[in-house]
């Protein structure tokens, strides 16, 4: 069984521009989350999403957002790129939103 | 709100030597509780899981067990190998106004030598 799987592996970008990033969750799963690890502070829960609906947001600013598709993949967007949003981006996918997450490798973003 | 916390590390330990990291956790009503590890370079790797008071998660030598009485899930191995060197992550589901987000303590580095 395929598990979760994160593109692209390392992004790199320059301030103020825009960053997009995919995720597939393992087969059958509906629902998807995405969090942030940045140096020093941890993982950092941003977005949930369920039948491709938003179902609940961290304390990120709004120029955080994403969506699911019908095949319930989703997409992390990121607005106006600022130097701290440097960070490795990890999404996981579950049965359900009461099932355990289980995650993919990650999404490097450096900004430059 | 909710919040785990984790042991200092970073943890030097020798190879077969006996494991334990700590884990407290803060939370309203029943939380489930989890480890994850992270292996260089990869993502987070479900490890164990607990639902309830008393439950044991299990898996490849690892084990914790729920306490409620003190809101700890501490993490145990009887003897490393040099395969465990990773980074662990005790983490808390709440529910309620936390639906969808897992908690995490800030992690704790553990290195195994030959």
């Known amino acids: 069984e395929a598990g979760v799987t994160q593109s692209p592996t390392h992004l790199i970008k320059t301030r103020g521009q825009q960053a997009t990033l995919r995720c597939s969750p393992i087969?059958?799963?509906?629902?998807v989350y995405w969090y942030q690890q940045a140096l020093g502070l941890g993982l950092q829960f941003l977005l949930w999403?369920?039948?491709?609906?938003?179902?609940n947001r961290g304390n990120f600013p709004p120029r955080f957002s994403g969506r699911q598709f019908p095949n319930y993949s989703s997409e992390l967007n990121v607005n106006a790129l600022e130097l701290e949003d440097s960070a490795l981006y990890l999404c996981?996918?579950?049965?359900?939103?009461?099932?355990?997450?289980?995650f993919g490798d990650g999404t490097r973003l450096s900004i430059l | 709100g909710n919040s785990v916390t984790q042991m200092e590390g970073p943890v030097t330990l020798s190879e077969e030597a006996f494991l334990t990291i700590n884990c407290t956790y803060t939370?309203?009503?029943?939380?489930?509780l989890f480890w994850y590890v992270q292996y260089p370079g990869e993502g987070l790797q479900l490890l164990l899981k607990?639902?309830?008071?008393?439950d044991k998660g299990s898996n490849k030598g690892f084990e914790a067990t729920y306490r409620k009485e003190t809101t700890s899930f501490h993490l145990e191995k009887g003897s490393v190998q040099v395969s465990d060197s990773a980074v662990y992550f005790c983490?808390?589901?709440?529910?309620?106004?936390?639906?969808?987000?897992?908690?995490f303590g800030q992690g704790t580095i553990l290195t195994v030598h030959p």
């Open positions: 996981a996918s579950s049965l359900g939103w009461d099932q355990p997450q289980h």
């Open positions: 087969s059958g799963h509906t629902s």
């Open positions: 999403y369920d039948e491709g609906e938003e179902r």
């Open positions: 939370a309203t009503g029943y939380p489930s």
């Open positions: 607990a639902t309830k008071a008393d």
């Open positions: 983490a808390l589901y709440a529910g309620g106004t936390s639906y969808g987000k897992l908690t």
